[in-house]
């Protein structure tokens, strides 16, 4: 499936330069995006599919900041504000957590529309980090309740609820936890870590 997704891809991208012509670039476009989301879609099916397989997750001190910068380096349009994140370690597995924030930022880009994430930290009681991440879009318009369960129709966006849920996973599978906070404009997702390996 990868391969002729990625073949059809390129195809577009090469008629997309060849054909000056504004309608026919607009299809093009078209094209193009929807086999981009296609794709995004079939890698959250198969990252979900590892995760019931019970794939084993290697944990160890991992720097917040660092992470969330090498994810901004993948969304040049959306500006993260990390002026509120300390520089906090975590034990987690550094991939995970990547995973994690890209599928956060994908969702304010494409459901969201927003061009602001705000990431905030703080020390909990407990042992805990709590780190909370805020964008400007649109928020939400459907059932609190539903986000994170796949296929669910969540208001009036496209989305299926994989990437929440494979967040949720994640969270778990690192002895964390993941909150959504209703909000009256944008969006709001706390995520809750150990700050010391839980033995």
């Given at each position: 499936?990868?391969?002729?997704?990625?073949?059809?891809?390129?195809?577009?991208?090469s008629l997309q330069e060849e054909l000056p012509n504004h309608?026919?670039?607009?299809?093009?476009?078209?094209?193009?995006?929807?086999?981009?989301r296609i794709e995004s879609q079939m890698n959250r099916a198969?990252?979900?599919?590892?995760?019931?397989?019970?794939?084993?997750?290697?944990?160890e001190k991992t720097n917040v900041r660092s992470v969330f910068?090498?994810?901004?380096?993948?969304?040049?349009?959306?500006?993260?504000?990390?002026?509120?994140?300390?520089?906090?370690?975590?034990?987690?597995?550094?991939?995970?957590?990547?995973?994690?924030?890209?599928?956060?930022?994908?969702?304010?880009?494409?459901?969201?529309?927003?061009?602001?994430?705000?990431?905030?930290?703080?020390?909990?009681?407990?042992?805990?980090?709590?780190?909370?991440?805020?964008?400007?879009?649109?928020?939400?318009?459907?059932?609190?309740?539903?986000?994170?369960?796949?296929?669910?129709?969540?208001?009036?966006?496209?989305?299926?609820?994989?990437?929440?849920?494979?967040?949720?996973?994640?969270?778990?599978?690192?002895?964390?936890?993941?909150?959504?906070?209703?909000?009256?404009?944008?969006?709001?997702?706390?995520?809750?870590?150990?700050?010391?390996?839980?033995?």
């Open positions: 499936m990868k391969t002729p997704l990625a073949s059809l891809r390129l195809q577009a991208e309608h026919e670039n607009k299809l093009i476009h078209r094209l193009l995006k929807d086999s981009v198969m990252y979900l599919a590892s995760l019931t397989r019970s794939e084993i997750l290697y944990i910068l090498s994810v901004g380096e993948d969304f040049p349009e959306l500006k993260i504000d990390l002026s509120h994140l300390e520089d906090v370690f975590v034990p987690a597995d550094r991939k995970a957590l990547e995973s994690i924030f890209k599928n956060l930022a994908e969702n304010s880009l494409k459901h969201g529309k927003a061009n602001v994430l705000k990431v905030i930290s703080k020390k909990q009681i407990s042992n805990q980090i709590l780190i909370t991440i805020t964008d400007n879009g649109t928020g939400f318009d459907g059932k609190y309740k539903n986000l994170g369960i796949p296929f669910q129709k969540h208001g009036s966006t496209s989305g299926t609820g994989i990437g929440l849920y494979i967040i949720k996973k994640l969270m778990n599978k690192m002895n964390g936890s993941m909150q959504i906070v209703p909000q009256n404009s944008g969006f709001r997702v706390d995520l809750i870590l150990p700050e010391e390996p839980v033995r």
